[in-house]
């Protein structure tokens, strides 16, 4: 085993990890928040969460055969096409709850699930059929930007692209602001009343419909963002993307404790990080035996055993409740 | 102030109110006695909008508010403090106060605040806290504190005395009576009769979804029946 090689490679790997970790961590807000208010699990999230970077990499390829993409300056564009992933993922995300969700609000728990399943297929093909009219493919990458894929060496072993940096930026001011709305703003603050006890909440003058509506806003956007970041720092996109980094993303709010926001973000970062070291160490751990195709096996399995050790999640129960 | 006109109100598939008729005057106390499952809970929950009646009308002053959801009934001027308190015990104290006044945008929203903490001084001390640490007589004051906190015209108390020690009780219902002699109408619904009949003005007495009888707080306290059945006598 080089000694050596694992100390030098491990800012590196760390720095990936958080970089995963933070984009799991943008997408676990999304499921984490809709099941605190509804005790429902989005599984069209996946999708919403890739419609954003679709939007993203519409915006940049737009730009690009107009021929202004080149001469901009890399901020405004990034700033432009963060927003509008945001805004197309939250308005996605409203629309999904007002036509697949409310009507259903009632029904037994399954029902609005299959009906989620059924949206993440129906989003999954949409996305596909609208790219494939338009664009004659569905696989798309995304444009790059010069200033952005700029490396910038730390040490002689480490270096950090501009690119990751931003998205490490942006995802740290995303958390941070959500963060904010939720503990020190009226608004968040009825979002949590409504997510313990609708019924009270109504009685306070909370429209608890709204309330939801703005909670699927506030969560797509924040997928809507992971999507524009994943799309800027990973490259290739295509309509069935979404699905495994939104499955991870999922896990990983359970693993922070579903229903809980800060739980979202540790249990992100958590996964991220599992996932970097075991595709970087696994290999030279084990002299070969295992590859870095192994990573998934690995994070899954210390997932479920922090999940037997703490059920509830990292975050989960962090309050008692008396009667 | 509060009308309620031969209301039928269904709970899922149960048949809660049969007809239920009853007035509450600007500035009473009125007490609703019952056992459990006679439907004094459902009224309130009715008058609030959490239930929508399937026939009947419930005036408040002129307007008429049946069906109206929950949510703009605060609006109007009627708070409830439901059964069980439900206050929010993940948000602190001072945030289940501000809840109570969501609706509001005036400036005395701060006055009430202190208004309340007058009323309750513990709550002042426990500001801070998270709800759910409270005591059981702590969560009740914060349940009533917080529907003050909306500057009700007509105050709904759901069994304020549930689970408190006799000494608490006692408390409650001094600090009731006294948001009364403030100015507030009260609808009292409550297990403990003689409790509620000693600060309220009149009563009614439910029985299985419908008022078998009605009166001032003294009539009810001499009926022969009401002793039996309510005052263990």
């Known amino acids: 085993m080089d000694v050596e090689l694992l100390i030098a490679i491990f800012p590196q790997v760390l720095l990936d990890g958080l970089i995963l970790g933070f984009m799991y961590a943008l997408i676990a807000l999304g499921y984490t928040m809709v099941y605190g208010v509804l005790e429902f699990i989005n599984f069209a999230h996946s999708e919403i969460f890739i419609f954003g970077a679709f939007v993203g990499v519409e915006i940049l390829l737009g730009l690009r055969s107009a021929g202004i993409l080149a001469g901009l300056h890399w901020l405004p564009v990034l700033v432009l096409v963060l927003l509008a992933g945001m805004a197309a993922s939250a308005l996605l995300a409203v629309s999904v709850e007002r036509i697949a969700y409310r009507p259903l609000r009632g029904a037994p728990r399954l029902i609005p699930l299959i009906s989620a399943i059924g949206v993440s297929f129906f989003l999954q093909d949409a996305i596909r059929l609208v790219e494939s009219v338009w664009r004659n493919a569905f696989n798309l990458v995304y444009p790059t930007m010069d200033a952005l894929n700029e490396r910038y060496e730390l040490t002689s072993t480490i270096d950090i692209s501009m690119k990751s940096f931003v998205v490490i930026a942006a995802a740290l001011l995303m958390l941070w602001g959500l963060h904010a709305l939720v503990n020190r703003t009226k608004v968040g603050t009825s979002m949590r009343a409504v997510a313990e006890d609708q019924a009270a909440a109504s009685l306070m003058g909370i429209n608890v419909n709204r309330v939801i509506s703005l909670t699927f806003l506030i969560g797509g956007a924040m997928g809507g963002a992971a999507g524009v970041l994943f799309g800027v720092q990973y490259g290739l996109i295509n309509p069935y993307t979404g699905f495994i980094p939104g499955l991870k993303a999922f896990t990983a709010a359970v693993l922070g404790g579903i229903g809980n926001i800060p739980g979202a973000m540790i249990g992100g970062l958590v996964l991220g990080l599992l996932e970097a070291f075991a595709a970087s160490y696994l290999s030279l751990l084990t002299g070969g035996a295992f590859g870095a195709e192994y990573k998934d096996i690995f994070a899954f399995s210390m997932l479920i055993l922090i999940l037997i050790f703490r059920p509830k999640g990292l975050l989960g129960e962090v309050v008692r409740e008396r009667a | ?233």
Do not use: C, W
């Open chain 2, 1 to 233: 102030m509060l009308r309620l006109d031969a209301l039928d109100v269904y709970d899922g598939e149960i048949h809660a109110l049969k007809g239920v008729s009853l007035e509450v005057h600007r500035g009473e106390i009125v007490a609703l006695l019952g056992n459990n499952g006679a439907g004094k809970t459902t009224t309130l929950r009715t008058i609030s909008g959490l239930l929508a009646p399937r026939r009947g009308a419930i005036h408040l002053e002129d307007q008429a508010i049946a069906g109206m959801p929950a949510h703009e009934v605060v609006g109007l001027g009627i708070a409830h403090v439901p059964e069980g308190r439900r206050i929010f015990n993940r948000l602190t104290v001072r945030e289940n106060l501000m809840m109570g006044a969501f609706l509001r945008k005036d400036a005395e929203v701060a006055g009430d605040l202190e208004r309340v903490f007058t009323l309750f001084p513990r709550l002042q001390e426990r500001i801070t806290q998270v709800a759910g640490t409270l005591s059981g007589g702590e969560q009740q004051m914060l349940a009533i504190g917080r529907a003050l906190m909306a500057r009700p015209r007509l105050l709904l108390l759901d069994e304020p005395s549930m689970g408190l020690a006799p000494v608490l009780v006692e408390q409650i219902f001094e600090t009731v009576a006294d948001i009364n002699r403030q100015g507030t109408t009260i609808l009292l619904v409550e297990q403990n009769a003689a409790m509620a009949l000693s600060i309220a003005g009149r009563g009614y007495v439910l029985e299985t979804g419908a008022v078998v009888l009605s009166g001032t707080a003294a009539t009810l306290g001499d009926d022969a029946e009401v002793r039996r059945a309510y005052l263990g006598e």
